[in-house]
């Protein structure tokens, strides 16, 4: 296959970036999109050129470091499908592919296609735990949970923290992501005693961070690599009103 | 030196409970001044550091990722084990305990795997009270299953996701104590070495990835949790950044390093597609619960594998291992797949793998109930190969998933420098030869939660009287100098080859001479090769860019030139280690049948490897495995 | 209390339940004011209609419920700009590509376009109907059976709804009404906490279906009705 690469190269926060066209003549249908990258990149150095700077680990889909917004939607076109589970059978020979990094306030470049995510880990340092210390447990199955409530709070826990959802809403919104953790731990029956002010907690840290006001147009379940619902939004609100009301 | 185990004496079943009963402890007013740095966030590193915050020491946490959520924990799929006994099939601490010595045949300490299957239960209990969602069963409690090597089921999981709940669970504790000030977060930071004061570990040298700054870090003790060293195969179901060089700049200080070759090869993982090809995809050993595993009878069959009949198909693991089936343990499983495709049974269009088949198991339980247990996993197949696995039988091959050997450590976790700890993968300690699945997130949850928060008042009792070291000691002064100069030789050479084209010829090397077969001929030619790649890499690697700011690709060139000389290592390792066991298989010890021939007599010890300087034979270091309650037998899984 | 609301509008997820119950209370309004509305099509010189006005503007209660929606409207309106603002801060910069279609409805992306243009039509309308009714000079008239002298609105509206433009002016806010709440009406459910995966897919349809379709085109009929009558 023969790609056009539409790329956002930026050299740091306070540099302004600009796109840099990169014409790629082998890529086989097999690699994966960051495999692409990883042939772009040995290409460059060998020009004696900057490599692209991304970021990515686990390149399995669980890890959520990749993140490129791919020809208008991030992880590109695939359903449920992060950056580097993408493989390029799902382009075109001849194609054009743009790839720009996450643009949000609260997610600033760090290089290229790199951003600071680290606004996250501060929502959950707010209140997405139970507290528990080590050792203070009592036997797993000493509280039965439904299966089902077990299963909900699985869904919302797949989360990977990727931030796709911010990418893609209008508004730069978290809520999808925030609203998973508090779903997670709202379902179990552990993590009652601080429902409310985990909740409280958390759209507080959430709004300081300066991400957008949600209007439900719902794009971030559909972008969500694990389809984490809107209904966890639903109940966040929910828990978010309860929990203002009673304390 | 001497290598002292400083396994507690007494019988096997009470050495941890007395221990810890005697074992000296830091008062709270006192911990408030001690501070720990922990290198690594995965299950190891957040679950100590968790811990040791709400204990009350100050603790320093890094990782190179940019959030410690990521640590490639996260990708565990199939489960934990614990000696729960929640099935009823007769599971107790002690069949863990002989499963787990016998899995890693019979090559690790039995103090330390006893005092491992002893705390398993309780990591369960800590787990749940987190909001880990485990797997339920429609009463509302929690669900087992079973893995390779056992016959009971004691395996805890999250659909096929259970790293990723553990994580989350461990960064959840972590978070919190982040958000109390309790613990600081350094993300972004690769160590690069460790700062030795008087003897003891007292700090490290690390990079700040985002802006280069080399930056000191002062710590009472430094607890590395840095994970396994795959990825010296290049190749590998490990992250792109799993990397030796944490623990390898603290063997270059003094810390031994254990059993350096013993690797284990997971046989279900998604073959290479070409030469792009980055990483290597596991697909969970859970699925050898339900997958049955077969290559036809006839060489070169290119049938779809739905067309070969029952009678044309050869279930070799079901012959030959008919007590355990497709269950017997990894390193059999791999060696078989190896064997048929070596002789010429290997399916697929590179030969190289065999077939991982649902079609009964969809027909017994039907596709809802293979979605539920397994969808996830079978998603992820079909999205890297294009096929369909309720339809198409899997196509799989073994590939490098762990290292058993590591960081020589004692029973306290400390390794051979001290106030330097070792956990989770990144030590030897508890899995032998040959780690049984699950068996890892349980030996990193239990060192860092129950084990080494206990221990290391051992080293820290004795400190509370030391006052925080300033980083201008010159010792932080003299190791960031190091440092430094490393990173500005290698910004220096300007070759012309890419980092990667060295950490392949690298990969290759080792799994073609120290990989699933190994034999003296071929180590040997080997490590002759790997002394070229370094020659090579020294004088021909480029490196983009400046160190002084984001720069992958010198990320990558400091981690490769550390596997390099580990590869060396592992060779010396492996040569030195004239039998078979576990994952490792020299060729020239084997059972008439083709299984592994230990030899008891000579090699039933660690191999402790000590740093004497660049370009110096390493000096190996014996320590005697001791089974007082175990008798070692050939393993037998027929 | 206070420190109720004050956590409540301090935060995105208050700001947007005062959107939710401002937007769903309209909603109610809107088919009461519909309904009434249907005695324009009574064929009895307005005599409904007038009447229909009269109450509205003479009841107490419906006076208050007047000034409440008033008051929603604005709090409405004020709102949607702070939401934008604070939106348009969350990106400053956005996308050189952006491949929404695929995720996202029409409306739900441009509900701030759609508002303003309610926003303009609410102006116009307000002037041509409720200021004339409150401040201006209109015309009365008497009917059978009724001692009262009624304003003459029925007049007032025929009259607006015979130019062409004022009443393609309508049918276009029609159309922003209906796109409006198509994604509105269910939005204000799931901002309040609502969402079930039973009774969503009905709150679904129902904001489709009634204030999509029926209620956008019955509001329109009404111009189209009276301009035909005047061909
Ligand atoms: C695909 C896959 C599936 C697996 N499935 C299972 C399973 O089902 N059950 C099971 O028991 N085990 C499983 N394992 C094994 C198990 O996941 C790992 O052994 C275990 O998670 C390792 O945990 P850890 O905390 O030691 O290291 P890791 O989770 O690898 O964490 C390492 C940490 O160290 C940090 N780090 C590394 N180097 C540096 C450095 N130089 N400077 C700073 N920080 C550094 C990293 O940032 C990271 O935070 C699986 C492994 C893989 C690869
Ligand atoms: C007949 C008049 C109106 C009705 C019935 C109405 C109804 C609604 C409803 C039900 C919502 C959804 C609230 C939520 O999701 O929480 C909404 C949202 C919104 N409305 Fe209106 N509205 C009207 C007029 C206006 C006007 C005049 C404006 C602008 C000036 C406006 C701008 C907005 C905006 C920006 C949103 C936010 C988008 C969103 O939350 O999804 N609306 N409206
Ligand atoms: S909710 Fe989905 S899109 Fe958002 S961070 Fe989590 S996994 Fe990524
Ligand atoms: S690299 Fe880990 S999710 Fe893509």
């Known amino acids: ?247 | 030196m001497k290598l002292d185990a400083k396994i507690p004496e007494g019988p096997i079943a009470e050495k941890w409970t007395k221990y810890k009963a005697t074992i000296p402890l830091v008062n709270p007013a006192n911990k408030r001044h001690i501070e720990i740095i922990v290198v690594g966030s995965g299950l190891a590193g957040s679950s100590a550091a968790a811990s040791l915050a709400e204990m009350g020491y100050k603790v320093k946490v890094f990782c190179f990722q940019d959030s410690p959520r990521r640590a490639h924990s996260i990708a565990a799929q199939g489960g934990i084990n614990a000696a729960k006994n929640y099935s009823n099939d007769g599971d107790s601490v002690h069949r863990l305990f002989y499963d787990t010595i016998k899995g890693g045949d019979y090559r690790s300490r039995e103090g330390n795997v006893h005092r491992l299957a002893e705390v398993s239960t309780s990591i369960i209990d800590q787990c749940v009270a987190q909001g880990v969602p485990f797997a339920r069963e429609y009463g509302g409690l929690l669900d087992n299953r079973s893995f390779g090597g056992v016959q009971v089921s004691r395996t805890f999981y999250a659909k096929g996701q259970t790293g990723q709940q553990l994580l989350l669970g461990a960064y959840s504790a972590l978070s919190r104590q982040i958000g109390r000030k309790q613990a600081e977060m350094y993300t972004r930071h690769e160590m690069l070495d460790v700062v030795i004061i008087d003897g003891k570990a007292r700090g490290i040298i690390a990079r700040n990835l985002t802006n280069g700054k080399i930056e000191r870090y002062f710590g009472h003790a430094v607890v590395m949790a840095t994970g396994g060293y795959g990825n010296v195969f290049f190749l590998s179901t490990n992250a792109m950044g799993c990397n030796v060089t944490a623990i390898w700049r603290a063997h270059k200080k003094g810390a031994f390093f254990g059993n350096p070759c013993f690797t284990q090869i997971h046989p279900t993982c998604i073959p290479v597609s070409g030469d792009h090809q980055s990483k290597l995809t596991l697909m969970s050993e859970s699925l050898r619960n339900d997958g049955r595993i077969w290559v036809p009878k006839a060489k070169g069959d290119n049938r779809k594998p739905s067309e070969i009949p029952e009678d044309e198909r050869d279930y070799y693991l079901e012959r030959r291992y008919p007590a355990f089936g497709n269950l017997v343990p990894r390193d059999i499983a791999s060696r078989a797949a190896k064997e048929r495709c070596d002789a010429g049974y290997g399916v697929g269009t590179s030969k190289m793998a065999v077939y991982l088949d649902f079609s009964d198991a969809i027909n017994r339980l039907g596709k809802d109930t293979i979605e539920a247990r397994y969808g996830n996993l079978f998603e992820i197949y079909d999205k890297i190969t294009g096929e369909d696995p309720y339809t198409n039988a899997m196509r799989i091959y073994p590939a490098v998933h762990y290292t058993m050997g590591g960081l020589w450590v004692d029973y306290n976790l400390m390794t051979t420098i001290p106030g330097l700890y070792a956990t989770g993968e990144c030590n030897f300690s508890d899995h032998g030869a040959n780690r049984l699945g699950a068996s890892a997130l349980m030996q990193g949850l239990a060192d860092g939660y129950f084990v080494l928060p206990i221990t290391i008042g051992d080293f820290l009792s004795k400190e509370i009287g030391t006052k925080a070291i300033p980083t201008n000691h010159p010792a932080f002064e003299e190791a960031e100098n190091a440092v430094t100069e490393r990173i500005k030789k290698l910004m220096s050479i300007q070759g012309s080859e890419p980092v990667d084209y060295f950490h392949k010829k690298l990969g290759l090397t080792m799994w073609e001479y120290c990989g699933m077969g190994r034999n003296a001929e071929g180590l040997a030619k080997a490590k002759k090769i790997v002394q070229e790649i370094k020659k090579d890499f020294w004088s021909n690697v480029r490196i983009p860019g400046a160190p002084n700011e984001t720069n992958p690709e010198l990320e990558k060139a400091l981690r490769v030139a550390d596997f390099i000389e580990l590869g060396e290592l592992m060779i010396d390792d492996a040569l030195n280690r004239n039998e078979s066991c576990g994952g490792h298989f020299r060729e020239e010890y084997q059972t008439p049948e083709g299984e592994a021939l230990r030899d008891d007599n000579n090699y039933a010890y660690v191999a402790a490897w000590e740093y004497t300087g660049d370009n110096q034979p390493e000096v190996l270091h014996k320590e005697q495995l001791v089974f007082d309650n175990i008798k070692l037998v050939q393993r037998s899984y027929k | 209390m206070a420190t109720v609301t004050a956590g409540i509008i301090q935060s995105s997820i208050g700001r947007k339940y005062l959107m939710a119950l401002s937007g769903l209370f309209l909603c109610t309004f809107l088919i009461v004011h519909m309904l009434g509305n249907l005695a324009l099509f009574k064929d009895d010189g307005g005599q409904a209609f007038n009447e229909y006005t009269y109450f509205m503007t003479h009841n107490p209660l419906i006076k208050i419920i007047a000034y409440v929606n008033y008051a929603f409207i604005l709090l409405h309106i004020f709102y949607s700009l702070t939401l934008t603002i604070y939106n348009r801060k969350a990106r400053p910069e956005s996308y050189a590509l952006v491949n929404q279609s695929k995720s996202a409805t029409w409306s739900s992306r441009n509900m701030g376009i759609l508002g303003s243009v309610i926003l303009i039509f609410l102006i116009v309308h307000m002037r041509t109907f409720w200021f004339e009714m409150k401040f201006g000079t209109m015309p009365t008239i008497q009917y059978d059976g009724n001692d009262m002298v009624l304003k003459d609105m029925y007049s007032v509206v025929a009259e607006a709804f015979s130019q062409v433009w004022y009443v393609a002016l309508y049918v276009v806010s029609m159309f922003a009404i209906a796109f409006h709440l198509y994604h509105g009406f269910q939005s204000g459910f799931q901002t309040l906490g609502i969402n079930h995966h039973k009774y969503t897919p009905i709150i679904k349809n129902i904001g489709m279906i009634l204030f999509a379709v029926i209620i956008p085109a019955l509001f329109a009929a009404m111009p189209l009705y009276f301009l035909i009558l005047n061909l």
Not at chain 1, 8 to 35: C, I, P
Not at chain 1, 68 to 97: A, S, V, W
Not at chain 1, 203 to 225: L, S
């Open chain 1, 1 to 247: 296959m023969k790609l056009t690469l539409k790329v956002w190269r930026q050299k740091n926060a306070e540099n302004k970036g600009e796109f840099k066209t990169y014409q790629m003549d082998h890529v086989s249908e097999d690699m994966s999109f960051l495999e692409m990258f990883d042939v772009l990149n040995d290409d460059l150095v060998r020009k004696g050129e900057d490599t692209v700077a991304f970021d990515h680990d686990c390149r399995e889909g669980i890890c959520g470091m990749c993140s490129m917004y791919i020809n208008g939607r991030p992880h590109g076109p695939l359903k449920g499908t992060t950056t580097c589970q993408l493989h390029m059978r799902h382009f075109k020979d001849g194609e054009t592919i743009t790839v720009e990094p996450w643009r949000a306030t609260a997610f600033p470049i760090i290089k290229d296609l790199m951003v600071d995510r680290s606004a996250f880990d501060r929502i959950i340092q707010a209140g997405g735990y139970i507290s528990i210390n080590t050792g203070n447990a009592v036997d797993a199955n000493s509280t039965p949970i439904p299966k089902l409530d077990a299963d909900k709070a699985f869904d919302a826990a797949s989360c990977i923290g990727c931030g796709a959802c911010v990418a893609t809403c209008k508004n730069a919104s978290a809520m999808l992501f925030v609203s998973a953790k508090v779903s997670q731990l709202a379902l179990l029956p552990q993590g009652q005693p601080e429902r409310h002010q985990r909740v409280k907690k958390m759209v507080e840290i959430m709004d300081a961070e300066g991400f957008g006001n949600c209007t439900n147009t719902g794009a971030c379940e559909v972008e969500c690599p694990k389809g984490i619902s809107l209904e966890n939004i639903a109940r966040m609100n929910r828990d978010f009103l309860v929990a203002n009301v009673v304390d």
